[in-house]
C-alpha cells in the first residue's frame, strides 16, 4: 500500500522569507500524481500545486514550487516570500490509478507565518 | 459559485442517533468522494462513486452508508453513533478521464460532526 510521510509536524517561517515543507512516499508504481493541498482555519482544503510523476520539470504556481525527485520518492514544497495568509496546515497527497483515484494524505505540517 | 458544497457544516447530536449529510457538486464531475479527518487532522478516504456506482469501499463499518441519487450528489447516512464518529467530513469531486491520470479532487468546506 502507498503511504505519504510528513517528517515536520510543525514549521515557522518569518514574513517575506521562504519554507521548504518536507513529503516523502513509498510507492511501487511509476504513473501518479502527487498533490499539496492547505487548510486554513476555516478548514477548507484548497489545492496548491500539483505534480504529474511522469514530468520531469518541477511545478510552480506562482510563490509555490516544488522539488520532485522520483527516485528518492520525494516531493517537497517550497514558500517563497512567505505571507501571513499562508499560514495552515499542509498536506501531501499521493494519487495513482490502479489506487481507485483515492488520496493518500500525509500527517500534515502546521506553518506559522510570524510578523 | 460554491463548487462543492455540504450541509449541515456543524452537527451536534447524541450517541444512538441516526443523522445524514448531503452533499452536491456543480462542476459536472463524475466522481464523488467522503473522507474523513480525525481529531488529530488525518485524513483518509472513506467511500468513492463513479457515476453513482461505488468503486470504493473502505474499511468502515456498515453504520456508514453513503447514496448517491444521481452524479451530481453523494449523501453519507450513519446510523447509531457514536463517540469515536467525532470528526470533520469532506466531500469531494473529481472528473476521471478514462486512460488518463490527470483529475484533481475539489473538497466541500466540511461537516464538523460531534457526538456527545
Known amino acids: 500500500a502507498q503511504t505519504v510521510t510528513q517528517s515536520q509536524p510543525e514549521m515557522s517561517v518569518q514574513e517575506a522569507e521562504t519554507v521548504t515543507l518536507s513529503c516523502t512516499y513509498d510507492?511501487?508504481?511509476?504513473?501518479?500524481?502527487l498533490f499539496w493541498y492547505k487548510q486554513p482555519p476555516s478548514r477548507q482544503m484548497i489545492l496548491v500545486i500539483r505534480?504529474?510523476?511522469?514530468?520531469?520539470q518541477n511545478a510552480t504556481e506562482n510563490r509555490f514550487s516544488v522539488n520532485f525527485q522520483k527516485a528518492a520518492k520525494s516531493f517537497s514544497l517550497k514558500i517563497s516570500d512567505s505571507q501571513l495568509g499562508d499560514a495552515a496546515m499542509y498536506f501531501c497527497?499521493?494519487?495513482?490509478?490502479?489506487?481507485?483515484?483515492?488520496?493518500?494524505f500525509g500527517e500534515g505540517t502546521q506553518l506559522t507565518v510570524n510578523p | 459559485d460554491t463548487a462543492v458544497s455540504q450541509t449541515p457544516k456543524y452537527l451536534v447530536t447524541q450517541m444512538g442517533n441516526d443523522k445524514s449529510i448531503k452533499c452536491e457538486q456543480n462542476?459536472?464531475?463524475?466522481?464523488m468522494y467522503w473522507y474523513k479527518q480525525d481529531s488529530k487532522k488525518f485524513l483518509k478516504i472513506m467511500f468513492s462513486?463513479?457515476?453513482?456506482?461505488?468503486?470504493i469501499n473502505e474499511t468502515v463499518p456498515n453504520r456508514f452508508s453513503p447514496k448517491s441519487p444521481d452524479k451530481a450528489h453523494l449523501n453519507l447516512h450513519i446510523n447509531s453513533l457514536e463517540l469515536g464518529d467525532s470528526a470533520v467530513y469532506f466531500c469531494?469531486?473529481?472528473?476521471?478521464?478514462?486512460?488518463?491520470?490527470?483529475?484533481?479532487?475539489?473538497f466541500g468546506p466540511g461537516t464538523r460532526l460531534t457526538v456527545l
Open positions: 497527497a499521493y494519487r495513482s490509478e490502479t489506487s481507485g483515484s483515492r488520496l493518500t
Open positions: 510507492t511501487s508504481e511509476s504513473d501518479y500524481y
Open positions: 462513486y463513479n457515476n453513482k456506482e461505488l468503486i
Open positions: 462542476l459536472g464531475h463524475d466522481t
Open positions: 505534480q504529474e510523476a511522469y514530468k520531469q
Open positions: 469531494a469531486s473529481s472528473q476521471i478521464s478514462p486512460g488518463e491520470y490527470t483529475d484533481t479532487q475539489y
